[in-house]
Every structure is written in structure tokens, then in C-alpha cells.
């Protein structure tokens, strides 16, 4: 039975208004990319794990799902509209679709790639164009939402806007981006805005792909959000907005930065491709309402991560390498040292990789449609298994797999595969 547990990446217990198994959001209860169910297959069989289901005509977009409430929450682009859709947990039949915008761009390509996220039977999501709307979660009916382009001065990047918002207490946070409102937090029930952050000349080329996390130094509670391209990295206070701290070199690379950085204690891990390297930096208190940032070990062209995403597991770091490939790499949090990687693919391996942690492995889910399963070690890479998708789209593969309640749910573009990695006790 997986718990919630008080890492600093992200939420605390009172985030945790699904059940104890659930997947309420991007990158799992703590936004760390780590399930904590136990008893999960220790390698597949070939062929992979039985299929339960799969659920077709989902619509275009790269958005991983969240799974909450016996329903499984996504996004994707169907008829011009971008839209939030809910399946059953049990059979994957769709439930409802609710268009919130019109789509930005739609093709197999593009798309909404952000993840609705699931709190107290509401649903918080954000179109490509920046709509931010708060939906009822049995009915899809639309409570409240806001604009973050005519509202607050956003500005849509290439591949529009990618958050997938974040919920902390009575507060959701979003970022668009702007140096009149970077960073919003608004009442989660009546999306009334509580606070913003101003970067005037800080906030770079908008706000970027990334999605905020909760973490906290000492005493200090702290939202961490990676911006646009010359933005870089910020922390703000979580009861005020007020601007804390900022990385800039964390987003120097061009096109993108997107994956959520990683931390622990006063160490936080941040990678971005496109030539943007990677940085394990020291956050040092100053003072009551200020942070101090010391960059510890930084590294450019050899270590970057693209949009896969990267899971802590004891004091190691493990990620996809290179915009354009996901070689396996592990790296020590508390000095910057790389343990091994990037050398090789596993077998089979093509294209960028989306990795989590379960039950001491490491699911690798690459573009090309190969699922690989990596037991954790600073030592060496270890690969223990692998298999391919059935009725690849022949398109990329992106989302990030997602495991609740004993099924893996790997979304290949219009469609939802959900195979069941519980282990047979018998």
C-alpha cells in the first residue's frame, strides 16, 4: 500500500486529498516523479505486463494523465477545442470531455501537454493558449477560470503554455509568466487572486514549459518554478509571492526548458536541453525573508535533460541525457558528482525518455515506444526488463507513465494503455 510522505520536493499530507494510491497530479502526490506502492512486479514477463485496456480517440496532445476518484484525467485536442476528458478507472470508458479554449496548434506534434490536477473533487488545468479553468470533477462542468494572457500580460511560447498547476492548501498556483505576474496564487474555490510575484527584466522569455513544485529550507516555505529561456530558476515565498531567490544560468540553453528540478534538503538539482547543462545548487538562508544561491557543480553539453523528467531515489539522481536521446545517467545530489552515463541505450532504446521510480526500479518510457525497467544503483546501469508499446502510434511517445492502484498507464498519442505491474501473491 503506497502513503504520502513529507518530502521536501513537494506537497505535504494535507496535498493529499485522493486516495492513499492515487495519482492526483503531474508527477505523482509529491510532484517527484516517485510511487510509493509496494508489491509491483520486479520484471515483466516477455511481452511486458498484461493489458487490462486501452482507450482510443482521446485527441492530440503529449499531456500525461492524473489518476484520482476512480476516474482518469487528461488533455488533448479534439474538433479546434482544447479540452479535459475523464475515463473510468476500471475500463477506461470516457465519462466526459469538456472544451475549455480553442486549440493553438493542432497536430500530432503539439497539442496540450500539461496534467489536470485532481483536489477535493475539482480539477485545475491550463490550455496551450493560457486559460486557466477549475472544473467539477464528477461533471466536467466548469466552475471558474482565468486568462493568462489578457488577464496578466502572458505571453504564448511555440509550444504554448505546458503547466500543469499546482494545489497547496486553499491556494492553486500557476505561472504566466509575465514581469507583472510571474507567478500567481489564486483562491482554489473561487479563483480569486491571493498574491503575485513581479519580476520586472527577470522573467525571461515568458513562462517557459515547466510546472511549479512545493519545497521548504528550515522553516521556509518555498514554491519552485523554472521560467522561459533568461528567466532561470526562482523560489518564492509560499505566503506571500515574494521573490526569494533566481538561478538564471538554470535556463540559458534555447527552445525549451522543461523538467521540474529535483530537491533535498537545501540541495536542488536542475537540468535543461538545448545546450542549457545542468546545476546541483546549495540554497543558503539570508535572513528572514531571502535565499542565498551557491552553485556547487555545473555541467553544459555533457549532461542535459529534455522533457522526460528526473526522480530521486536515497541521494541518486537518475535521468534521460540529451534533448534528442534518453541515455540513462545517475548523479550524486549532495556533490553534483555523475556516477555513471551517459555511455549507452538499453536495447532497443530511440529518443528522449520520461522516467519514474516504483518499488525500487526505474521505468524508462522512450520515444519510440519501448518501455525499459532499470533497478536503481550508483554502481552500474542496470537493466532488468523490457517491452514495446502494442499498436504504436509510429509518432513520439512522450508523456510520462503513471502507476495507481497496481496498473501503469502509458499514453501514446490518441491513445491510453493501462497494463496491470501488480504482482500475483500467489
Keep these: 500500500m503506497s502513503r504520502c510522505f513529507p518530502l521536501l520536493v513537494a506537497a505535504a499530507l494535507f496535498m493529499c486529498t485522493a486516495t492513499a494510491a492515487d495519482w492526483p497530479e503531474f508527477r505523482g502526490p509529491n510532484r517527484d516523479g516517485v510511487c510509493t506502492e509496494t508489491g509491483l512486479l520486479p520484471a515483466w514477463p516477455k511481452g511486458g505486463p498484461p493489458r487490462v485496456w486501452v482507450a482510443k480517440n482521446l485527441g492530440q496532445g503529449f499531456g500525461t494523465p492524473s489518476v484520482a476518484d476512480g476516474k482518469i484525467f487528461g488533455q488533448s485536442s479534439r474538433g479546434g477545442k482544447d479540452g479535459v476528458w475523464a475515463l473510468k478507472e476500471a475500463d477506461g470508458t470516457e ?3 469538456t472544451p475549455i479554449d480553442d486549440s493553438r496548434r493542432s497536430d500530432p506534434n503539439n497539442g496540450p501537454s500539461g496534467t489536470p490536477t485532481f483536489n477535493n473533487g475539482k480539477l485545475y488545468s491550463v490550455s496551450t493558449n493560457g486559460k486557466l479553468v477549475c472544473l467539477d470533477a464528477a461533471t466536467g462542468k466548469k466552475i471558474w477560470g482565468v486568462d493568462y494572457v ?3 500580460g502572458g505571453v504564448v511560447q511555440t509550444w504554448g503554455y505546458t503547466e500543469s498547476p499546482l494545489v497547496d492548501g486553499d491556494k492553486v498556483i500557476g505561472t504566466p509568466g509575465s514581469a507583472k505576474a510571474t507567478m500567481v496564487a489564486w483562491n482554489k474555490d473561487t479563483g480569486k487572486e491571493i498574491w503575485r510575484t513581479e519580476l520586472p527584466g527577470g522573467a525571461g522569455r515568458g513562462g517557459g514549459y515547466s510546472s511549479p513544485l ?4 528550515g522553516d521556509l516555505p518555498m514554491y519552485i518554478v523554472l521560467l522561459g529561456q533568461g528567466g532561470g530558476l526562482i523560489g518564492v515565498h509560499a505566503n506571500t509571492g515574494k521573490l ?11 527552445t ?3 523538467s521540474l528540478p529535483v530537491v533535498k534538503d537545501d540541495r536542488v538539482w536542475v537540468s535543461t536541453a538545448y545546450r542549457g547543462g545542468s546545476a546541483l545548487l546549495q540554497l543558503i538562508p539570508d535572513g528572514a525573508d531571502k535565499v542565498t544561491v551557491k552553485a556547487l557543480k555545473t555541467y553544459k553539453t555533457d549532461l542535459m535533460n529534455h522533457h522526460g523528467g528526473m526522480v530521486l531515489v536515497g541521494d541518486y539522481v537518475y535521468f534521460g541525457h540529451n534533448q534528442n536521446g534518453g541515455l540513462p545517467v545517475c548523479v550524486d545530489i549532495k556533490t553534483g558528482e555523475k556516477k555513471w552515463g551517459p555511455e549507452k541505450y538499453p536495447s532497443g532504446a530511440q529518443g528522449s525518455a520520461a522516467v519514474l521510480a516504483a518499488d525500487n526500479r526505474l521505468y524508462f518510457r522512450y520515444q519510440n515506444g519501448l518501455l525499459v525497467l532499470i533497478e536503481p544503483s550508483p554502481e552500474e546501469l542496470k537493466v532488468v526488463s523490457s ?6 502510434s509510429g509518432r513520439e511517445s512522450w508523456p510520462h507513465p503513471v502507476i495507481a492502484n497496481g496498473k501503469l498507464y502509458i499514453r501514446d498519442q490518441d491513445k491510453l494503455h493501462c497494463f496491470n505491474v501488480k504482482a500475483d501473491k500467489s
Design 214 to 217: 512545493k519545497a521548504k529550507l
Design 387 to 392: 517491452f514495446k508499446l502494442p499498436e504504436p
Design 256 to 258: 525549451a526548458q522543461v
Design 244 to 254: 526569494l531567490w533566481q538561478y538564471k544560468e538554470a535556463a540559458m540553453g534555447g
Design 95 to 97: 465519462l466526459w470531455f
Design 150 to 152: 489578457a488577464d496578466y
